[in-house]
């Protein structure tokens, strides 16, 4: 089971620059060309801001461009909300946020109401998706129905555990700028998850990779797709720097994942074939 995690697409309606002068769709289509070579990928996930504007057009393109790539995998997209998105204007495009290889729905084992919590079934695995947006603010929360919809699926074990996406991480950016996590109830979560099978949990957001954990699941907080945000400026500054990143999620045991940054860039060398095969004969372990 392998998983494609994007995050923070970030596109707008217009065609309009991001904020940092990124060409968001370009950016979309730059990174999935880049992972074209990548052939299997059972499920697409993306959590999160994927508009930036809120427009309709936005969450268009995101459906067609990632919906193509996932297409000609065979694979789902689910897709979540984020703090600069339209909770209407998702809903009109990609309703649930679950969406089949062909693009239009998936089959949906279970869906809340307005706030869009969702769960999908795929090779043993539950995959559940939450709404965190708070309107008008960065923040996110899980709300008390989401909360109590969740304790009654999850009463029920799936047969190879259960994944959670959303896009406010539950542990906190790890320099002074941002202490808090941005899921503002992150304790509500850990209490309702706590005893259950849920292994993983992918957010978005912080627009860098960061790893912890809350009670029982492993909590893997995923690159963003518009641009990268580095840590190296120290703790009281915040350094944005263009390129896209994803990730390729291991679940073949979904208690112990496996997380890959997948990175778009200039390739400097590339071995393959038999070339490869040599290369990896002649290495031992400790090498």
């Known amino acids: 089971m392998r998983v494609l ?24 289509a730059g990174l999935l060309a880049h992972l074209e070579p990548l052939r299997r990928i059972d499920l697409v996930v993306v959590t999160g801001d994927i508009a930036d504007d809120g427009a309709t057009g936005a969450y268009e393109l995101a459906r067609d461009l990632i919906g193509a790539y996932a297409a000609d995998r065979g694979a789902p997209v689910l897709f979540t909300t984020g703090n600069a998105d339209d909770r209407r204007n998702f809903t009109e495009v990609l309703g649930s946020g679950h969406l089949g290889p062909s693009g239009g729905p998936c089959a949906v084992d279970a869906v809340d109401g307005p706030d869009r919590a969702a769960a999908t079934a795929r090779d043993g695995i539950r995959f559940v998706t939450l709404d965190t947006l708070v309107p008008g603010k960065v923040h996110g929360r899980i709300g008390t129905a989401q909360l109590a919809w969740l304790r009654g699926l999850l009463a029920a074990p799936a047969p190879r555990g259960t994944v959670l996406a959303f896009h406010h991480p539950p542990i906190r950016f790890p320099n002074a700028i941002q202490e808090p996590p941005t899921l ?45 945000r580095d840590l190296s400026c120290g703790d009281d500054a915040v350094r944005y720097v263009a390129g896209s990143a994803a990730t390729l999620i291991d679940l073949a045991d979904p208690a112990a994942p496996v997380f890959h940054t997948l990175q778009a860039g200039t390739t400097i060398a590339e071995i393959g074939g038999e070339q490869l095969r040599e290369a990896l004969q002649g290495t031992s372990p400790d090498d």
């Open 184 to 228: 503002i109830n992150p304790g509500d979560l850990a209490e309702a998850i706590d005893g259950t099978d849920v292994r993983v949990i992918l957010t978005g957001h912080y627009h860098l990779q960061l790893a912890g954990r809350l009670g029982p699941a492993m909590v893997w907080t995923g690159p963003a797709v518009v641009n990268r």
């Open 5 to 28: 995690h994007l995050s923070d697409t970030h596109l707008t309606g217009d065609g309009s620059l991001h904020r940092t002068g990124i060409d968001a769709k370009a950016a979309l």
